[in-house]
RNA sequence: GCUCCCAUCGACUAGGGGUUAGGUCGCCACUCUUUCACAGUGAAAACACGGGUUCGAAUCCCGUUGGGAGCGCCA
C-alpha cells in the first residue's frame, strides 16, 4: 500500500465555491503539503441537470486566487487540468458491472413514480426510515434480460443486507456505528447511466490512490454506503475525517440569506486572500498555542488533522475584518500602491493621475484607519479630490465667527513660504494662534474643514503637507466664501 | 419521525481529574493624541442541566435538554 498523503476537493460545478468549501479545500491543502503529499482537484460533474455554465471556471479561479494550487489532472489537457468525472463514465459502468456480477448490486427498474408512492406509504405508516423495498432484487434473470433487451429504463442498486453494523473510523470523530437497515439500497447508477455521487467518488477515491477524505459532516450519514461499497469492492478503507460546519450566527447551516457566502463576495469587497485564509484556517483548528496571525507557509508548517475541533463554528465576520486590517497593515508600501491602483483604476477617479511617491504619503497615513485598501477612498477622499460639503457636526462645533479671519492669517503665512514643510506648516499655525491671541484648537478645526470636509482623519499637518500649499489655499479660500 | 454528530465568555478557541478556567475578535474604560484611528493598559464576560465514578469532575461514564446534519435517479 502507498504511504504517501494523497487528498482530493471534490466540487460539484453547481455555482460559486462558498467559504464552506473553500475551508475544505484548505484544510485537503494544508494537509497535503503539511505532508509533502499531494492534492488533487477533481470535477464531480455528473448530475447533468445542476450544471451551471462557468461553474469549473470560477472554481479554478477562486482556488487560483486563495493559493490553493493543486498537483493533479489527467495527462490530456495539461497538468493543471482537474478531473472530470463526466469524463470517467465508462470507468464507473465497468465497477457497477462488477458489482453485479458479484450480486453487491441489483439493475432496478421501478419508476419514480413507484418510488414515490412508495415513501408516502412508508411515511404514512411512520416507518423509522424511507427505502426501497428490494423489489427489483427478487426479478428472475429471464425478466431481467427481457427487460434490459426491450430498453426499460433501469438504474443499478446497491444490494445492502440486513442485520449488519457497519462500523468505520474516523479521524476526527472516532468510531462511528450505522445499522445496515437503516441504509437505503442506494442507486450507484442513474437511468441515463451516469453515476451518483456515491459510486463515482468511492471509485475515483480508489483509483487515484486518495489516503485522506476530508470532508464536511454532512457527509458523515451517507459514509456508511461508501463503507459497503468499499467492501463490496474488496478495497481497503481511506482515512475518513469529516470536518465540523460552519454556521450563520444563529446557528443554522451557513447560507446566503444571512450574509455572503461565496469567496468571490469577500474577494469583491476587498478582503484580502491572506486574511481569509488566515480566518478560515481558524474556524475548527488551531495549532494550541495563542498564534492568531498565520501566512499560508505557517499554516502549512503546523496544521494538523488532529487538532481539529469537532464542533461547528460560526462565521464571525468581525474577527475576518481584524485580521484584514492585520493583514493590510503589514504589507509593503509596493504592495499597497500596486493595489491602490488597481482600486484607483476602478474608481471615479480613474482620469487622475498621481504619482507613487503621493499614493505611498496617503497609504501611509491612511492605513491604521483603514480595513480594506478602497476604503482610502472613502475615508481619505480628500486626498484625491476637493471638498464640497463640509461636515455639519464638525461645522457646528469647529467653525466660529473668527474662524475666517484667522485661517486668513494662516495662509498669509504659509503664502509667504515657497516649499513649505511639515515644520513650516506646524510653526505657522502656531504663529497664527499666537498673533489672534487664541489657542491652537481655533486654528487646528476650521483649517482641518477647510482641507478635508470632516472632522476626523490624519494628522493636521499631515494632510497639508501631503495635499501641497495651493490646494490648501484654495480649500481655504473656498471654505472662507461659503461659509461666511 | 428516525439515524448520526456536537455542547467552555456574544464569537473563535486553550485546558482534558486538583487552574484565580488562559488567549484572540468584539464591547466598555483609561493612557497617548487639541481630531479620527493605531498602539498600550485595564475591566466585564463561559465550563447547558441532572445523576454517577472519585478524597476531588469543566475534564471520565450515563441520562436529559439544546443545537446541527442526513434520510433524492443532488452532490
Given at each position: 500500500m502507498n504511504s504517501e498523503v494523497r487528498v482530493r476537493y471534490a466540487p460539484s460545478p453547481t455555482g460559486y465555491i462558498h467559504i464552506g468549501n473553500l475551508r475544505t479545500a484548505l484544510y485537503n491543502y494544508l494537509f497535503a503539503r503539511h505532508n509533502n503529499g499531494k492534492f488533487i482537484l477533481r470535477i464531480e460533474d455528473t448530475d447533468q441537470t445542476r450544471k451551471v455554465e462557468g461553474a469549473v471556471e470560477n472554481i479554478i479561479s477562486t482556488l487560483k486566487w486563495a493559493g490553493l494550487d493543486y498537483d493533479e489532472g489527467p495527462l490530456k489537457g495539461g497538468p493543471f487540468k482537474p478531473y472530470f468525472q463526466s469524463e470517467r463514465l465508462g470507468i464507473y459502468k465497468e465497477h457497477a458491472d462488477f458489482l453485479i456480477n458479484h450480486k453487491k448490486a441489483y439493475n432496478c427498474f421501478c419508476t419514480s413514480e413507484r418510488l414515490n408512492t412508495l415513501r408516502e406509504e412508508q411515511k404514512k405508516l411512520k416507518l423509522p426510515q424511507t427505502k426501497?423495498?428490494?423489489?427489483?432484487?427478487?426479478?428472475s434473470n429471464e425478466e431481467i434480460n427481457r427487460n434490459l433487451s426491450e430498453g426499460i429504463s433501469h438504474v443499478v442498486r446497491l444490494n445492502v443486507e440486513e442485520g449488519k453494523v457497519i462500523k468505520f473510523n474516523d479521524h476526527i470523530r472516532g468510531e462511528v456505528e450505522f445499522l445496515s437497515e437503516l441504509v437505503d439500497d442506494q442507486i450507484l447508477i442513474k437511468s441515463d447511466g451516469f453515476p451518483t455521487y456515491h459510486l463515482a467518488n468511492v471509485v475515483d477515491d480508489h483509483l487515484m490512490e486518495i489516503s485522506h477524505v476530508i470532508r464536511?459532516?454532512?457527509w458523515l450519514p451517507s459514509t456508511p454506503k461508501h463503507v459497503l461499497l468499499y467492501n463490496s469492492f474488496g478495497w481497503e478503507l481511506p482515512v475518513f475525517a469529516h470536518l465540523p460546519l460552519l454556521f450563520n450566527p444563529d446557528r443554522s447551516k451557513l447560507s446566503k440569506r444571512q450574509g455572503d457566502v461565496a469567496v468571490e463576495d469577500y474577494k469583491n469587497k476587498g478582503y484580502l486572500k491572506e486574511s481569509l485564509i488566515n480566518f478560515i484556517a481558524l474556524l475548527g483548528w488551531t495549532?494550541?498555542?495563542?498564534?492568531e496571525f498565520y501566512f499560508m507557509d505557517e499554516l502549512i508548517k503546523s496544521f494538523s488533522l488532529d487538532r481539529v475541533n469537532d464542533s461547528g463554528a460560526v462565521f464571525d465576520i468581525e474577527k475576518l475584518n481584524w485580521l484584514n486590517e492585520e493583514h493590510l497593515r503589514i504589507k509593503t508600501d509596493e504592495e499597497l500602491v500596486r493595489m491602490l491602483r488597481e482600486e484607483l483604476n476602478k474608481?471615479?477617479?480613474?482620469s487622475l493621475e498621481f504619482t507613487d511617491e503621493y499614493l505611498i504619503e496617503v497609504i501611509t497615513v491612511m492605513k491604521p484607519r483603514i480595513s480594506f485598501i478602497k476604503e482610502i477612498f472613502e475615508k481619505g477622499y480628500y486626498f484625491f479630490e476637493e471638498p464640497d460639503v463640509y461636515d455639519e457636526v464638525a461645522v457646528t462645533k469647529g467653525w466660529k465667527t473668527d474662524s475666517s479671519i484667522i485661517l486668513e492669517k494662516f495662509t498669509e503665512k504659509i503664502s509667504a513660504i515657497e516649499y513649505p514643510t511639515k515644520e513650516d506648516y506646524e510653526t505657522s499655525l502656531n504663529e497664527t494662534a499666537l498673533e489672534m491671541n487664541t489657542g491652537k484648537g481655533s486654528v487646528i478645526h476650521p483649517l482641518r474643514l477647510a482641507v478635508?470636509?470632516?472632522?476626523?482623519?490624519?494628522?493636521i499637518f499631515d494632510i497639508v503637507f501631503i495635499i501641497g500649499k495651493d490646494k490648501t489655499i484654495e480649500r481655504i479660500n473656498k471654505i472662507i466664501e461659503k461659509l461666511s
Open positions: 426501497y423495498d428490494k423489489l427489483c432484487l427478487h426479478l464536511g459532516e454532512e495549532a494550541g498555542d495563542d498564534k474608481s471615479k477617479y480613474s478635508s470636509g470632516v472632522s476626523g482623519g490624519p494628522g
